[in-house]
């Protein structure tokens, strides 16, 4: 129902774009989040989107750095990755989320995720 793309191999201070796309299903009750998990870790919230009012939340690691956005049709959601760091490493994962909070129990589902890898 959402798919991830867009993730890859990028050097220190590099750049990505990840898409989030819903396919089957309306995303019109939802917001989108962002989170990511890097291996041995816990999966960490990264972002929402209101895509109504357009307005968005990020943590703290990613403040400045990320952003995301939507298309005219609101059916994807973009996550622009900035001046990535090699702490950025892991497995990105967006979700549906009922409350404008970037928080996983408030996730109604998930895609399976887009690898992304810091390295030079």
């Known amino acids: 129902q959402l798919v991830e793309s867009g993730g890859g191999l990028v050097q220190p201070g590099g750049s990505l774009r990840l898409s989030c796309e819903a396919s089957?299903?309306?995303?019109?009750?939802?917001?989108i989040a962002w989170f990511r998990q890097a291996p041995g870790k816990e999966r960490e919230g990264v972002s929402c989107l209101d895509r109504g009012g357009g307005s968005a939340l990020y943590a703290d690691s990613v403040k400045g750095r990320f952003s995301v956005s939507t298309n005219n049709a609101k059916n994807t959601v973009f996550l622009q990755m900035n001046n990535l760091k090699p702490e950025d490493t892991a497995v990105y994962y967006c979700?549906?989320?009922?409350?404008?909070?970037?928080?996983?129990?408030?996730?109604?589902?998930w895609g399976r995720g887009t690898q992304v890898t810091v390295s030079s």
């Open positions: 089957g299903v309306s995303l019109d009750s939802y917001r």
């Open positions: 979700a549906a989320s009922y409350r404008y909070e970037i928080n996983p129990n408030s996730v109604a589902f």
